[in-house]
Nanobody, 116 residues
Framework: VQLVESGGGLVQPGWSLRLSCTAS????????MAWYRQVPRNQRELVAS???????TYADSVKGRFTVSRTNARNTIDLQMNSLEPEDTAVYYC???????????WGKGTRVTVSL
């Protein structure tokens, strides 16, 4: 299974970015896709997740600003990030948890920098 992210970049505070991730390979129908982020010296933290059924979960720090969505037919997950803050600066990783197989897959990450 491969996960490929796109959409990172450098933006100013208050701007928006949209991250996308596409999963390919042998994926079972029971899975959750998610976005995590990590800054140096910190653990990777969950930003948002979405099940195949559409149930979403968000970190408190992004609620009301970020929206996660997925397209099951194409195994894609998107993260619309609005009102970005400097604290959102991190490397963002796409994740797929194949629940049936008990396996986690990760993308290589895409960097988001929010700065003047």
């Amino acid at each position: 299974v491969q996960l490929v992210e796109s959409g990172g970049g450098l933006v100013q505070p208050g701007w928006s970015l949209r991250l996308s991730c596409t999963a390919s390979g042998s994926i079972t129908g029971i899975n959750t896709m998610a976005w995590y982020r990590q800054v140096p010296r910190n653990q990777r933290e969950l930003v948002a997740s979405v099940t195949r059924g559409g149930t979403t979960t968000y970190a408190d720090s992004v609620k009301g600003r970020f929206t996660v969505s997925r397209t099951n037919a194409r195994n894609t997950i998107d993260l619309q990030m609005n009102s970005l803050e400097p604290e959102d600066t991190a490397v963002y990783y796409c994740n797929l948890e194949d629940i049936l197989r008990g396996t986690n897959y990760w993308g290589k990450g895409t960097r988001v920098t929010v700065s003047l």
